[in-house]
């Protein structure tokens, strides 16, 4: 299988995960990004069978309305059963990079209100050590440069991605050249950085479960 096919099958074992425990007031948590998407797109075959959703971005969003999915926005509901999203790189602890596709801070957000986290991925995304991808940073635009210099004394290369503006009006830095050895510490202090909305390091709220797809199937992991 060609690593399309890889994220269409770990989108769809996500679907079969949750159908058994979905009810009529449950809302799903969804994540964003190309295998979150497909997920969304499993999702629609079980419309009805649940309340609706949250998005952690304005494109995820947009798809599951174009579907027909109710998205409510987070402070309206009381509970997320299950949240659902791709990484860039998952370590054998379910601790992740995420942010790839900009949306990192409304994903840990929705990551944290749920009470479960399903991480889907391709067996592209597994890694002994997280760094290897460039870590992403959202941060308040005017803060873009004193945040870089604070990164480069923590031993890391940010880069600053040109042309992207969050959902939330900010800037993205991606940290390269880091080895994440230790990533709740990292995560802690990256995000007391003034001028940090956010970091990609998901280690603190890690996955519950990761279905990870590769050469013999989708294999859940705990
Ligand atoms: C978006 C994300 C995505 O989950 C991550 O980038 C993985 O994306 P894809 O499923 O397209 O490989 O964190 O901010």
Known sequence: MNQDQL???VAEAAAAYIAPKLESDTIVGVGTGSTANLFIDCLAELKGKFDGTVASSEASAERLKA????????NAVDDV????????ETD???ALIKGGGAALTR???VAAVAQEFVCIADESKWVPVLGNFPLPVEV???ARSHVARELVKLGGDPVYRQGVVTDNGN????VHNLQIRTPIALEEQINNIVGVVTNGLFAARNADVLLLGGANGVETIR
């Open 7 to 9: 994220k269409r099958a």
């Open 107 to 109: 994903e840990k957000i």
């Open 67 to 74: 579907h027909g999915i109710p998205v409510y926005d987070l």
């Open 81 to 88: 059963l299950v949240y659902v999203d791709g990484a860039d």
């Open 140 to 142: 308040i635009p005017m």
């Open 171 to 174: 800037a993205i830095l991606d």
């Open 92 to 94: 054998a602890h379910l």
